[in-house]
């Protein structure tokens, strides 16, 4: 089985920063795709950032220049630096990952349990 598991979120100020975690175990083969999505009360699922194993990025219009995604592949492990943030910005953040285990190579999205992260003043 494969757990993908967040940390590193919490209550910050508006203009604070944070940095999330989120580390992949278990039998897996190969990881394509990791990154970040999140979800605010009322809102659907919306892509923050995602990495493709050879570092092509994606960034969502509102995160840009203030987010970066970063990788660790060989500890199978994503982080996602968040600076300048806003309220806005306040939602359930979940890790994401396209990834295939059990030594073949169909590949499955997974999804860590999600982190909250609280901007207020």
Do not use: H
């Not at 995602?50 to 660790?72: H, L, Q």
């Amino acid at each position: 089985q494969v757990q993908l598991v967040e940390s590193g979120g919490g209550l910050v100020q508006p203009g604070g920063s944070l940095r999330l975690s989120c580390v992949a175990s278990g039998s897996i083969f190969r990881i394509y795709v990791m990154g970040w999505y999140r979800q605010a009360p009322g809102n659907e699922r919306e892509l923050v950032a995602i990495m493709a194993s050879g570092g092509t990025t994606n960034y969502a219009d509102s995160v840009k220049g203030r987010f970066t995604i970063s990788r660790d592949n060989a500890k199978n492990t994503v982080y996602l630096q968040m600076n300048n943030l806003k309220p806005e910005d306040m939602a359930v953040y979940y890790c994401y990952a396209v990834l295939s285990y059990s030594g073949n190579n169909l590949q499955y999205q997974w999804w860590g349990q999600g982190t909250q992260v609280t901007v207020s003043s």
